[in-house]
């Protein structure tokens, strides 16, 4: 298994986050050119008051959030627009960790007139992407990983949310 989930909060369990994650972490790796299966991600369902304290911590941003990456390796910036470098394999296999947090999601994608299993699967690959040197702090970065984004979800049958 790619990922390794941890269920804080029960809600999760009625759309198995668990299956969630792992077909979202497998699609993003598969469609970057990765085997996934030598890689590891860890996954924290849990719920608003959790991803706070985590956000605080982190972040020092006193919020809930939808969902929170930590990556385990800093990889490079690249060129405004351009893909991350790859990691490489052999080497640690773990990824890094990603916390989704329940409430904000549910809120989101009943907002946006998603399923909450779409809103939290685009969610899942918004961050495997994050662990992999994807941001959107520069306008051709978001737009790379946006793109990134819509292509990995369209292969999950999910329509592209941007």
Known sequence: MLTDVVIEDARWQAIALNELAEAAARATLAHLGLDPDDWEIAVLGCDDARIKVLNAAFR????????????????????PGAQPARPVSGRDPALGDIAIAYDTCAREAAEAGR??????????????????GFDHIRDPDATLMQRTEARILGKLGIPDPY
């Open 115 to 132: 399923s909450l299993g779409a809103h939290a699967t685009h969610l899942l690959v918004h961050a495997t992407l994050h662990l992999l």
């Open 60 to 79: 020092d941003t006193d919020r809930p959030t939808n969902v929170l990456s930590w990556p385990s390796e800093e990889r490079p910036p690249a060129p």
